[in-house]
């Protein structure tokens, strides 16, 4: 069932808030946040009338934005909800938010990237944020990936490849999985934001860069199958 934030504010909301600098990105979000999000934006993906409420999907999606920008695992992400006051004022919660758990969190962001409609908003409101500047410019290439689907986008073949696989990467970091997943690249420069550093006006190095994306692809798919094959809870990727 849709879970619902807490509106009510107490006196202790005013104060705590007051110390964190309003200027920081947590602000910054906070303020995108109160003006793009509400909960019945998210309704179509929980059942009306039966289960308990869940944790309140504004406070799932933020936790989602916050992992993109920041890195943090979906086990850091938990903890950084339940103790770090920052993280709680950016994802419009009190003070005595509880945190949302790991599970619950692997749970909505699947919702929110499986589901059409869910889909659809998901790729309007990271481009707003992206557009708001709430991402650094490091992290610009992961949000990219996450509207790789996006219609409006007109992508070359190297670009689509690389943020293919920047964006199981980033999602293997999410599960703590990106580690073994890593191993498997030939090339090192994922984390480097545009386009890989080559001579772009040598057509050989152009196709060995190419020769070597579509290996790392390939190695990408394998490893995450058999990851997925061996540790319960990994998504588990469609075969094409």
Known sequence: MLGRRNRQTTFDDVTWRQRIPKDS????????AVQNLDESMFAPLFDARTGRPSVSPVHTFLALLIQ??????????????????RVKLAILAGRDFEGID????????RRFLQ???????????????KQAGLFSPERSQIVDSFLIHGGAAVQDTYTLIRKAVV??????????????LSAVLK???Y???????????????????LQELVDDALALVGAARRSASTRPGWPPMKRS
């Open 115 to 129: 589901h059409g409609i869910a889909t659809a908003m998901l790729e309007r409101t990271l481009a707003s944020a």
């Open 167 to 180: 964006r199981v990467l980033a999602v293997a970091r999410m599960h703590e999985r990106d580690g073994p």
């Open 102 to 109: 790991a599970v619950t969190l692997c749970d909505h962001r």
């Open 191 to 209: 984390h480097q934001p545009g386009k890989s550093r080559i001579d772009w006006d040598d057509p050989e190095a152009r196709r060995q860069l």
């Open 25 to 32: 990105y947590w602000w910054r979000l906070h303020d995108w």
């Open 68 to 85: 993109v920008e920041k890195g943090y695992s979906d086990r850091e992400m938990e903890q950084e909800s339940r103790f770090d006051d």
């Open 187 to 189: 090339r090192t420069d």
